[in-house]
């Protein structure tokens, strides 16, 4: 579905990706791993058009999505959606959770009935294990795991194709972390969909990916099973 060839990145003259490739077929759970630091988040970013290669290109179905001269195909962007590591910061500080998530609701699905959009977005939030009570609140007044769980409950409604968590349970204890994880790659199955796990934590990661591309030195290192086709 999704695949990168040697993208390489420079910020303020130092080079972070020098030529990372990598590819993430329909339906595979696929791990980035490494050290803080290294470039997994911006090889991430580059999948959703927050950050433009210097060098290299994304595709989508075979179709060029991200390259140094390209602008980024939004719409065709729309399946794939990020959790990232800070959760505070996807969040609206002067929205209520609970408008926010109909908002959302009603983007995805227009047209929606009261009543579904209930249903989805309790659903949603029950998945990642968070009562309908949240909905009354601001985000600065819930926690960092809380909003975590939130944006996870966000992207769990809107069901993309690929779902990137960056880091997106980190501020989870050991058995929140496994409950929302057994939510996510449940949800993933049942409609097909891919998740691309960026994690500095490797057994995690492995409890969830089927492959593993470790970053090294501005590389990717493909781990584990034979190469697949990606396309
Ligand atoms: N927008 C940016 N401007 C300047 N430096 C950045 C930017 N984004 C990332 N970096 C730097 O690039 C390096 C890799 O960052 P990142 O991709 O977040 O690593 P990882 O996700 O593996 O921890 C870090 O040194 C980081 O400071
Ligand atoms: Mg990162």
Redesign the pocket.
């Known amino acids: 579905m999704i695949e990168a060839r040697n993208l390489k990145k420079s910020?303020?003259g130092?080079a972070?990706l020098e030529d990372a490739s990598f590819c993430i077929g329909d339906g595979e759970f696929v791990g980035f791993y490494?050290?803080?630091?290294?470039?997994?988040?911006?090889?991430a970013r580059m999948l959703c058009g927050l950050?433009r290669p210097d060098v290299g290109e994304v595709l989508l179905d075979g179709k060029l999505i991200a390259s140094p001269g390209t602008q980024y195909d939004r719409k065709a962007g729309l399946g794939i959606q990020m959790v990232f590591?800070q959760p505070h910061a996807a969040l609206d500080p002067v929205q209520k959770l609970g408008s926010a998530f109909r908002e959302l609701a009603r983007a995805r699905f227009p047209g929606i009935s009261r009543e579904k959009e209930d249903s989805l977005i309790e659903s949603s939030l029950a998945e990642a294990g968070l009562s309908s009570g949240i909905l009354a609140r601001l985000p600065s007044q819930i926690s960092g795991g809380e909003a975590q769980r939130v944006c996870i409950a966000r992207c769990l409604m809107l069901s993309p194709r690929l779902l990137i968590l960056?880091e997106a349970t980190s501020m989870l204890d050991v058995s929140t972390q496994a409950n929302v994880m057994g939510a996510v790659t449940r949800a993933a199955r049942a409609r097909g969909g891919s998740i691309l796990l960026?994690s500095h934590d490797r057994a995690l990661i492995e409890r969830v990916c089927q492959r593993i591309y470790l970053?090294e030195g501005g590389r990717t290192v493909e781990e584990g099973t034979e190469t697949v086709n990606c396309s």
């Open positions: 910020f303020k130092k972070v490494g050290p803080s630091g290294i470039g997994k988040s911006t090889a950050v590591q960056d960026i970053f």
